[in-house]
């Protein structure tokens, strides 16, 4: 169908600027086009589209190239993130395989040591079947991408800034100025998926790619799974747009319809999420936990994040020194469901080294320092009181709180 820069290609988004702060643009869609004033923008449920002459030519034809719903979604996407395009695809992992397609077999990638379980399969895959290597470096250290950086090879930068669960911050300005004198032809990509355009963008700090996993914070409601892809240069999204018809993976009408509508509250979701989070934090803190969040003063990274972010965000992990403690903890709770993912309007509780991160054998997990006993906390949108309360039941019940007997009765 449609090929990647024929006229025929739906050109979205390119040039939009926000004109009002994030939670005024978040909420506000553009949907000036609509023939009938329509409200919400409507579920273009069709695979085709007719065209008025023999030579086609319109602006839309097929689905798969491209859907007036998607493209709404995409506008109002590269809005929020500050990107001059972004686009839409089934999944972040879908997000991250087209931009893996724009390496070479025998180029190279160089990527953080602590990253998400599903990015590293694909990494893998890379390696053993394309003949793509990555380099694995500790991003928390900006000069430990320097020894990798190769005019010639190097094709992509991967970051994730906080890390999970292990919440590890790098600092994307530093790193992408490195990258960028050294390997010209390279990209610094970035997964925001933690944080969301909310509280961190990274194209404002030099990267050159970023992109969400909408199934988490986008979205906020776990009902659809969604990735976005936006980019600084609109060249780039156009060699992406190329694979994502190529491939056939851009986000479907209705699933594009439903993150539209999810999208609009992502900022009073993280607001309250994020005021219960600093809470949560504290009060785990006070018990004498181990608490890994950048909101923490403790956090070694803490003025760092402060720096390229605007706020801690609402994933939290603690340790409690026992595998069988956390256990306990994580079965106790009521009012958080035992649940990979995060970013949904309900708390999430779950033991990375059991379920999400359960994928990496458990000598690099040591190897990468991640406590078999952490907890991780995915905060939601419930009244905090509830939640506070309905954690220090957990950890009574499960025996992690042995000077609070006093206090309890
Ligand atoms: C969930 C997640 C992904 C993958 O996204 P899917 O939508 O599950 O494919 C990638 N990166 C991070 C940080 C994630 O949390």
């Not at 553009?30 to 030579?55: E, G």
Request: charged share 20%; glycine share 8%.
């Amino acid at each position: 169908m449609t090929d990647a820069l024929s006229p025929g290609s739906p050109a979205s988004s390119v040039g939009l600027r926000r004109k009002y702060r994030f939670a005024t643009e978040v909420v506000t869609v553009d949907n000036s086009d609509d023939p009938h004033n329509a409200a919400s923008v409507p579920i273009y449920q069709s695979a085709t589209f007719k065209q008025k002459t023999a030579a086609g030519g319109g602006e839309y034809d097929y689905s798969r190239s491209g859907n007036p719903t998607r493209t709404h979604l995409e506008n109002h996407l590269a809005k929020i993130m500050g990107a001059s395009r972004a686009l839409a695809v089934t999944s972040g992992m879908s997000a991250l395989d087209v931009i893996t397609r724009l390496v070479r077999a025998g180029e190279e990638i160089i990527a953080g040591d602590d990253l998400y379980g599903g990015t590293n399969r694909l990494l893998t895959f890379l390696a053993t079947s394309q003949n793509i290597k990555t380099h694995h470096v500790d991003t928390t250290c900006s000069e430990s991408v320097l020894p990798f950086l190769d005019p010639v090879k190097t094709r992509l930068v991967l970051l994730e800034t906080p890390t999970n669960p292990l919440i590890k911050i790098c600092d994307i300005p530093t790193i992408a100025k490195y990258v960028h004198e050294k390997c010209p032809n390279a990209l610094v990509v970035v997964d925001n998926t933690m944080m969301s355009p909310y509280l961190q963008r990274p194209l404002e700090l030099g990267a050159d790619i970023s992109y969400h996993s909408a199934t988490k914070y986008l979205s906020g409601h776990h009902d659809l799974m969604a990735g976005i892809v936006g980019t600084r240069e609109s060249s780039v999204a156009d060699q992406l747009y190329y694979v994502i018809n190529a491939t056939g993976c851009g986000l479907g009408p209705f699933d594009s319809w439903l993150l539209l509508r999810g999208v609009k509250t992502l900022a009073v979701r993280m607001d309250k999420q994020q005021a219960s989070a600093i809470r949560i934090a504290e009060y785990l803190e006070n018990q004498g936990f181990k608490v890994h969040y950048p909101g923490s003063r403790k956090h070694p990274q803490y003025e760092l994040h402060k720096r390229i972010a605007d706020g801690p965000g609402a994933v939290l992990s603690f340790e409690t020194g026992d595998i069988g403690i956390s256990e306990r903890i994580v079965e106790a709770a009521k009012l958080w469901s035992i649940s990979v993912s995060f970013g949904c309007v309900n708390s999430l509780i779950s033991m990375p080294c059991r379920m999400s991160h359960a994928s990496i054998p458990a000598h690099i997990r040591a190897e990468r320092s991640l406590p078999e006993d952490l907890i991780r906390l995915c905060i939601g949108i419930e009244d905090c009181e509830d939640l506070l309360e309905d954690l220090e039941l957990a950890l009574l019940s499960a025996g992690a709180l042995p000077g609070l007997d006093a206090k309890a009765t």
